[in-house]
């Protein structure tokens, strides 16, 4: 079973920028497939960017347009890990943040193809 842990959340003003962080262990495999979602109070999970995991591939990074422009997504493939850089961030972004991974490459986005989750980190973004 593959253990994914967020990190990296927490409280900042309209135009601030956190760093997130999701680091996988246990059985994970060679290549697949990790992504950042969100979910507002009583919403179900959000895209929000989509990165390939794989020391012999490019990382494809993909995400929302409402996060192309001001979120970046990145990965360390020595530490099992993925980032989400977030830049310019607003009110409405205040979300918990999670992350899912799954095997071999996706091109989706779609939050149920994703087989393992994190328990999420708190993103508050004040006025």
């Known amino acids: 079973q593959v253990q994914l842990v967020e990190s990296g959340g927490g409280s900042v003003q309209a135009g601030g920028s956190l760093r997130l962080s999701c680091a996988a262990s246990?059985?994970?495999?060679?290549?697949?497939?990790m992504a950042w979602f969100c979910q507002a109070p009583g919403t179900e999970h959000e895209f929000v960017a989509r990165i390939s995991v794989s020391g012999w591939s490019a990382d494809m990074p993909y995400y929302a347009d409402s996060a192309r422009s001001r979120f970046t997504i990145s990965r360390d493939i020595a530490k099992n890990t993925v980032y989400l850089q977030m830049n310019s961030l607003r009110p409405e972004d205040t979300a918990v943040y999670s992350c899912?991974?799954?095997?071999?490459?996706?091109?989706?986005?779609?939050?149920?193809?994703?087989?393992?989750w994190g328990q999420g980190t708190q993103v508050t973004v004040s006025s």
């Open positions: 899912g991974a799954r095997s071999g490459d996706y091109y989706g986005t779609r939050a149920h193809e994703f087989a393992y």
């Open positions: 246990g059985r994970t495999s060679s290549s697949y497939t």
